[in-house]
């Protein structure tokens, strides 16, 4: 795991690799990027009635591994007939909690990546709010940790990879949440294009 208290000269390696990243990203890269978080409000509304901080709060605590096809598929479900299934109990009971009223940022730790990604859909013009799981953190890093422990559950952490975002969306003129979508689209692309496959299937 990376040090939480690094030395300025790594805490600037962080930012450019965070920068060299984003400057990577094709155009239409770049287009999907910086539309994530927009698109993600508006479906939050759609599947909530309307209300997109609810929606964006019953999405985000049901994102935790997984996938964003299926975190959607469970927050349809959760908004649509209050069938609370499909995920760990903890995560169904902040859900529950939120379609029963609750504020998301009384439920969702929001010192954390969920706090975080409930912010950037509920609000895609926060100035702070951004999103750091697995591939941000190791963006920002410069290397691939694969099954490694990141650390991200320590805040201290967290919250330095998240500034040095900051600092790369102040430097590009863009919003934290829009560098973070933006270098995620190009980097998980690129990940795989160089993942090995088995011979494609003949027809």
Same mark, same amino acid.
């Given at each position: 795991?990376?040090?939480?208290?690094?030395?300025? !000269?790594?805490?600037?390696?962080? /930012?450019?690799?965070?920068?060299?990243?984003?400057?990577?990203? =094709?155009?239409?890269?770049?287009? &999907?990027? +910086? $539309?994530?978080?927009?698109?993600?409000?508006?479906?939050?509304?759609? %599947?909530? *009635?309307?209300?997109? +901080? +609810? @929606?964006?709060? #019953?999405?985000?605590?049901?994102?935790?591994?997984?996938?964003?096809?299926?975190?959607?598929?469970?927050? +349809?479900?959760?908004? @649509?007939?209050?069938?609370? =299934? *499909?995920?760990? =109990?903890?995560?169904?009971?902040?859900?529950?909690?939120?379609?029963?009223?609750?504020?998301?940022?009384?439920?969702?730790?929001?010192? &954390?990546? $969920? *706090?975080?990604?409930?912010?950037?859909?509920?609000?895609?013009?926060?100035?702070?709010? /951004?999103?750091?799981?697995?591939?941000?953190?190791?963006?920002? #890093? @410069?290397?691939?940790?694969?099954?490694?422990?990141?650390?991200?559950?320590?805040?201290?952490?967290?919250?330095? %990879?998240?500034?040095?975002?900051?600092?790369?969306?102040?430097?590009?003129? !863009?919003?934290?949440?829009?560098?973070?979508? #933006?270098?995620? #689209?190009?980097?998980?692309?690129?990940?795989?294009?160089?993942?090995?496959? *088995?011979?494609?299937?003949?027809?």
């Amino acid at each position: 795991m990376i040090p939480v208290h690094p030395s300025e !000269e790594m805490r600037d390696r962080y /930012v450019q690799n965070i920068m060299a990243r984003w400057w990577s990203a =094709s155009a239409e890269q770049q287009e &999907r990027g +910086r $539309t994530w978080y927009r698109t993600a409000h508006d479906l939050a509304a759609q %599947i909530s *009635g309307g209300d997109a +901080r +609810r @929606g964006a709060g #019953v999405i985000a605590a049901l994102s935790a591994n997984k996938s964003w096809h299926q975190n959607l598929r469970l927050a +349809r479900q959760v908004c @649509g007939s209050g069938v609370l =299934s *499909g995920h760990f =109990s903890d995560a169904l009971a902040k859900a529950a909690a939120i379609m029963a009223g609750a504020d998301p940022a009384d439920v969702l730790p929001m010192d &954390r990546k $969920t *706090g975080h990604f409930f912010q950037c859909i509920a609000d895609p013009d926060d100035p702070e709010a /951004v999103v750091i799981d697995r591939h941000a953190h190791d963006i920002a #890093v @410069g290397e691939r940790y694969g099954n490694r422990d990141r650390g991200l559950s320590c805040a201290s952490r967290y919250e330095l %990879i998240a500034d040095c975002y900051r600092e790369a969306a102040l430097q590009l003129g !863009e919003l934290p949440s829009t560098v973070q979508a #933006v270098t995620w #689209v190009a980097h998980t692309e690129h990940v795989a294009d160089t993942v090995p496959r *088995g011979p494609r299937a003949r027809f």
